[in-house]
């Protein structure tokens, strides 16, 4: 079945390190995104990206960094310089035409 | 700019009872809205959309929403609700032509469903 994988589910860190989420898609989508969720506060845009090589920053990109070298991938680095890491991180990816946003199943992560 | 307003952070509900829960949103030009539902630990997956046509939209699950352009809400709706409906749900909005995948969340309504 075609869908977006996320990986790890859970992830720990020790604050000032670097840390990156794997997004992978095979669903054959052009345009893919990284929110923030945090309790109670919705899904904040981070990055995004609509074709290869190419990306857009979102609402809250500071302390963030993307790549986008493969249509498949689209890997969020979380830097130390992000002040409060902590959250879960949703991915997402998009077709053409009016298809819906198909989200993966998340990664949480916690900075210590 | 938009904006989405969830008036409710959390509704609770008997099982078979009727739901409603509200959205209100802010937008200078015209947009197209969403409904999702997440599920503890997962993401998010559509419930319904409205982009145009018919106000009355219905989605998966027995839900649907009505979009009220002079009151600028999408409120969501079910008859009858399942103890299976339990989760946290998302109303969105986009700008009209634009990318369905820059998304304006709200804050989301906790749906908790008691037997």
């Known amino acids: 079945d075609g869908g977006i994988t996320q990986s790890p589910k859970y992830l720990f860190r020790k604050e000032g390190q670097n840390v990156t989420l794997s997004c992978e898609q095979n669903l054959n989508h052009d345009a893919m995104y990284w929110y923030r969720q945090d309790p109670g506060q919705g899904l904040r845009l981070i990055y995004y990206?609509?074709?290869?090589?190419?990306?857009q920053k979102g609402d809250i990109a500071e302390g963030y960094s993307v790549s986008r070298e493969k249509k498949e991938s689209f890997p969020l680095t979380v830097t130390s310089a992000q002040k409060n890491p902590t959250a879960f991180y949703l991915c997402a990816s998009i077709g053409q035409g009016n298809s819906p946003l198909h989200f993966g199943n998340g990664t949480r992560l916690t900075v210590t | 700019a938009q904006s989405v307003t969830q008036l409710d952070s959390q509704v609770p509900v008997f099982e078979e009872a009727p739901v409603e829960l509200r959205c209100n949103y802010s937008?200078?030009?015209?947009?197209?809205l969403f409904w999702y539902v997440q599920y503890p630990n997962q993401g998010l997956q559509l419930l319904l959309k409205?982009?145009?046509?018919?106000?009355l939209v219905k989605g998966i699950n027995g839900f649907e929403a009505e979009f009220n352009k002079s009151q600028t809400s999408f409120h969501l709706r079910k008859p009858s609700v399942h103890i299976s409906d339990t989760a946290e749900y998302f109303c969105a909005v986009s700008s009209y032509g634009g990318s369905q995948g820059n998304l304006i969340f709200g804050k989301g309504t906790k749906l908790s469903v008691k037997p």
């Open positions: 409205y982009l145009s046509g018919s106000t």
């Open positions: 937008s200078s030009v015209s947009v197209y």
């Open positions: 990206s609509q074709i290869v090589n190419d990306f």
